[in-house]
């Protein structure tokens, strides 16, 4: 399957309700609750992060990021599918056309810094 059909396979992409998240500079820290993770996001991914709140559909963010970084939205989409998808595996984010998408819940940064039985 091409990357763009695979784009569209996947429609919408959002974050997980299980995890709590910050930007820290240009970066990102996310921590996933229920698994017990972090991950440290670069600029680029972080950007990307941002962008996964189920409003655009995943080929709308990927031409958006293609526009702001100024290269062909096909380079976007080879780069950034394969993150989404690693993303989707971790369980970090979810897909948004699924009928099991989890409800986004608020986290707060307390929790993230001070998590359960530390």
């Known amino acids: 399957?091409?990357?763009?059909?695979?784009t569209r396979a996947l429609r919408s992409v959002v974050r997980h309700g299980d995890v709590a998240w910050v930007q820290v500079d240009r970066e990102?820290?996310?921590?996933?609750?229920r698994h017990g993770k972090a991950y440290l996001l670069e600029p680029m991914a972080a950007l990307l992060w941002q962008?996964?709140?189920g409003e655009s559909p995943l080929a709308e963010v990927f031409a958006d990021i293609a526009d702001v970084v100024?290269?062909?939205v096909d380079t976007v989409a080879n780069d950034c599918l394969p993150?989404?998808?690693s993303w989707l595996a971790a369980e970090i984010v979810a897909d948004d056309s699924s009928p099991t998408v989890p409800s986004p819940s608020i986290r707060t940064?307390?929790?993230l810094v001070d998590p359960p039985n530390a």
């Open 1 to 6: 399957m091409a990357r763009t059909d695979k």
């Open 28 to 33: 990102v820290v996310v921590h996933h609750h």
């Open 51 to 53: 962008c996964l709140d």
């Open 70 to 72: 100024a290269v062909p």
């Open 83 to 85: 993150v989404v998808q």
């Open 109 to 111: 940064w307390r929790r």
